[in-house]
Nanobody, 124 residues
Framework: QVQLVESGGGLVQAGGSLRLACTAS????????MGWFRQAPGKERAFVAA????????TYADSVKDRFTISRDNAKNTVYLQMNSLKPEDTAVYYC?????????????????WGQGTQVTVSS
């Protein structure tokens, strides 16, 4: 059974940092692009960042560019999201996702697999 398990969320003050992790199981991790989405209260789920299977290509939403970094460790079946200079508007539930096709993260966003989400709250 495919699982994506997120960790690392929590409460942080504005300007602080958090690192999210998402560990995958039951599929060939290196063959999948991975990414992060977020959903704030009352808003639709939004793309945050994506990384291709070998880690050579990354894409970021404009709102997080130069503050967030996505990376992956294929030996550990884990993708990370390093979040720096956090702002109150970054408060959301963050979801990890996996798809065979990188472009899905930039288009339909209808990924094959999803995690349960982890809450990130940034206080002002």
């Amino acid at each position: 059974q495919v699982q994506l398990v997120e960790s690392g969320g929590g409460l942080v003050q504005a300007g602080g940092s958090l690192r999210l992790a998402c560990t995958a199981s039951a599929f060939t991790f290196r063959a999948y692009a991975m990414g992060w989405f977020r959903q704030a209260p009352g808003k639709e789920r939004a793309f945050v960042a994506a990384i291709n299977g070998n880690g050579g290509s990354t894409t970021y939403a404009d709102s997080v560019k130069d503050r967030f970094t996505i990376s992956r460790d294929n030996a550990k079946n884990t993708v990370y999201l390093q979040m720096n200079s956090l702002k109150p508007e970054d408060t959301a539930v963050y979801y990890c996702a996996a798809d065979r096709t990188y472009v899905v993260f930039l288009s339909t966003k209808n990924c094959n697999y999803w995690g349960q989400g982890t809450q990130v709250t940034v206080s002002s």
